[in-house]
Every structure is written in structure tokens, then in C-alpha cells.
């Protein structure tokens, strides 16, 4: 069983929006968190933004504050990545993943989070 499955990628002009859905198994979604990242070619994967402790507390990358919001479905094991006001820097492709541990200030460090999903491809046009 494939612990996490991404959708909701695609193409969209700046200033545009876009929801990223992420399915999760039971055994990934119980994690202590789960998070979104995201990579272009070239450079290193980045975390974008995490939810932690079922979903009570969130955090996210400067470069996303007050654009992106991540959320959480229990009843559906769920996660989402609403991004609104998006821009061409934006363009990547975007995982989900999950931490079964954390540590405190840690929670978008990519070497924390052993399940990943195959990843959701986001473009945005100028």
C-alpha cells in the first residue's frame, strides 16, 4: 500500500491558486507530523510547510507565510496545501511526506520524514 499519494498539481497563472491533496494510509497519517516540500532541478528539496499533533499546530517557510495554508481531514486521513497568490517562484514539484518523530524546530527538515509520496507537479506562469 502506498503510504501517501499527491494530487491537485497543474499549471495556473500568477496570482492564481491552487489546492494540493494528499491521501494517506493509516500507518503514514498517525505520524507525529506530516508536511509539504518542494523541489525544482538542481536545487535541494525545501519544506514548505508542516502540521503537527493532528493537526493543532502548523508552521510554515517565510517564503509562503500568509499565502499557503496547510490542513488536515482526520475523517478522510487527508491533508491539504491550499496556495493562493502564487507566484512563477513557486513553480516546483511538490511533496507530501510524514514524520513518525520530531523534534522541536525541526518540523521542515526533509531528514525527519520517512514516508514520502511520489510527488505533484506545480507551475506557474507569469
Known amino acids: 500500500q502506498v503510504p501517501l499519494v499527491e494530487s491537485g498539481g497543474g499549471s495556473v497563472q500568477a496570482g492564481g491558486s491552487l489546492r494540493l491533496s494528499c491521501a494517506a494510509s493509516?500507518?503514514?497519517?498517525?505520524?507525529?507530523?506530516m508536511g509539504w516540500f518542494r523541489q525544482t532541478p538542481g536545487k535541494e528539496r525545501e519544506g514548505v510547510a508542516a502540521?503537527?499533533?493532528?493537526?493543532?499546530?502548523?508552521y510554515y517557510a517565510d517564503s509562503v507565510k500568509g499565502r499557503f495554508t496547510i490542513s488536515q481531514d482526520n475523517a478522510k486521513n487527508t491533508m491539504y496545501l491550499q496556495m493562493n497568490v502564487l507566484k512563477p517562484e513557486d513553480t516546483a514539484m511538490y511533496y507530501c511526506?510524514?514524520?513518525?518523530?520530531?523534534?522541536?524546530?525541526?518540523?521542515?527538515?526533509?531528514?525527519?520524514?520517512?514516508?514520502w509520496g511520489q510527488g505533484t507537479q506545480v507551475t506557474v506562469s507569469s
Open positions: 511526506a510524514a514524520a513518525r518523530l520530531m523534534s522541536t524546530g525541526y518540523w521542515l527538515n526533509r531528514g525527519w520524514y520517512s514516508y
Open positions: 502540521i503537527c499533533t493532528r493537526g493543532s499546530v502548523t
Open positions: 493509516g500507518l503514514a497519517y498517525s505520524s507525529s507530523c
